[in-house]
């Protein structure tokens, strides 16, 4: 399983950042996604990043506002999320895939999850 953590309650306009370690070798192909859930609502895809090139897609609710980056050293990727908005608020998720993909289907490796509140 993946973990994210670095959720928390910030103000509409503030920034938080994710982080999602994962451990084992991981091969350059590989990618890493974060997803989020709104209450009520079914799990949709904010962005991911190809392991070797770092390269990155992202969501178009979060273009421009969140970046996804990694720390190869320490098997880590990161959501750095700015201008924050109540829509935001949502438990984020990471998982691993074999290939660019934002369907749920293709990653594995879910872990719990950490949630994430903007108020107004």
């Known amino acids: 399983q993946l973990q994210a953590s670095g959720g928390g309650s910030v103000q509409a306009g503030g920034s938080l950042r994710l982080s999602c370690s994962a451990s084992g070798r991981i091969f350059s192909s590989l990618v890493m996604g974060w997803f989020r859930q709104a209450p009520g609502r079914s799990r949709e895809f904010v962005g991911n990043?190809?392991?070797?090139?770092?390269?990155?897609t992202y969501a178009d609710s979060v273009k421009g506002r969140f970046t996804i980056s990694k720390d190869s050293a320490k098997n880590t990727v990161y959501l750095q999320m700015n201008s924050l908005k109540p829509e935001d608020t949502a438990v984020y998720y990471c998982?691993?895939?074999?290939?660019?993909?934002?369907?749920?289907?293709?990653?594995?490796?879910w872990g719990p999850g950490t949630e994430v509140t903007v108020s107004s």
């Open positions: 990043i190809r392991w070797g090139r770092a390269s990155t």
């Open positions: 998982a691993k895939a074999n290939g660019l993909s934002s369907t749920e289907g293709d990653y594995r490796d």
